[in-house]
């Protein structure tokens, strides 16, 4: 569980708050997503509740943090990685850069836990084989796409088994299946109890596998709901927030006069569908 109670942080040498007043809660086995525009702080706010801030950017950090009822920022970093597994915006920049296998950089982070051996080696064998990166296994890192690089760096997080997963666009570097495929493995670690924030741009991927979207603007959490309540809410626009091509489809219809204008807009195809079909003025 995450618990984040008016959090402010400012940069070292700055006195500029880039957050200021983030509350926000994701309790187990809950996927929330949190969507905001470029800039405004959300891979910020996915080193705060790993503990990198204020661990190794400095910074002033105000307000709590809690992973698990764990004061997560007063914890020294080697302990945070066990609570909370981060994924990084950039996958070139989570890879190790001293393995040369990717089943020696997977296993990178769970050596010196105190796993043992056969664990560990089941551990990889079985996250290749959900992210359907098995045949990657022997290969350099250093010779993989940047999909495949992606998909390497989430498994090296995932097969940690931190209660608690943090997602900062995982899918940037990834194809629809991919990015699907990343969708469904999330959620199987949420029926299993973990829980997962994820800083996405992909809307329609948020409004298929999340159970919450926030919006994150003026440096907090400035609204939340459903997906569906908060992709079809008139104010997205002016947060910078993209909505789902279908919702953009029916406002268009709706500012011609084609559809009923009180009709609740669609967030999915076959939303859509039936949308299109039943609220036609016959304009
Ligand atoms: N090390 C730093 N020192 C000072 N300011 C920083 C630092 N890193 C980021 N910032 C500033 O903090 C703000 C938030 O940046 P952040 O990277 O968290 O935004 P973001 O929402 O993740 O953006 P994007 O969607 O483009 O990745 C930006 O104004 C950025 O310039």
């Not at 509350?23 to 790993?50: F, H, M, N, P, Q």
């Amino acid at each position: 569980m995450i618990e984040l109670r008016d959090v402010a942080y400012a940069y070292p040498d700055t006195d500029h708050y880039v957050l200021d007043g983030v509350d926000l809660t994701v309790a187990r086995g809950e996927v929330v997503g949190v969507i905001g525009a470029s800039g405004v702080g959300k891979t910020t706010l996915a080193k705060i509740i790993a503990g990198f801030i204020p661990n190794v950017e400095g910074g002033t950090l105000d307000g709590s943090v809690a992973v698990d009822d764990v004061p997560i920022s007063s914890l020294p970093l080697a302990e945070a990685v066990a609570q909370v597994g981060l994924v990084i915006q950039n996958p070139f920049n989570q890879i190790s850069g001293a393995k040369f296998s990717v089943r020696e950089e997977i296993v990178f982070g769970l050596e010196n836990t105190g796993v043992p051996r056969d664990e560990m080696i089941t551990r990889v064998t079985d996250v290749a084989a959900l992210l359907r990166i098995d045949h990657l296994l022997d290969r350099s890192p250093y010779a993989l796409s940047g999909g495949q690089m992606q998909l390497v760096a989430i498994a090296s997080v995932i097969v940690m088994g931190t209660p608690v997963l943090v997602m900062d666009e995982p899918t940037s570097q990834l194809d629809p299946g991919g990015s699907r495929m990343v969708f469904d493995v999330i959620s199987a670690l949420t029926d299993a109890g973990t829980s997962v924030l994820i800083f996405e741009h992909k809307v329609e991927l948020l409004r298929e596998h999340a159970d919450r979207i926030a919006v994150l603007a003026e440096g907090r959490i400035i609204h939340e709901g459903t997906p569906r309540a908060v992709l079809t809410d008139d104010r997205l626009e002016s947060w910078s927030v993209g909505s789902t091509r279908y919702t953009r489809a029916a406002r268009a219809a709706r500012g011609a006069g084609i559809v009923h204008p009180d009709a609740a807009l669609p967030v999915s195809l076959s939303d859509s569908t039936e949308y299109f079909t039943t609220q036609r003025t016959g304009r």
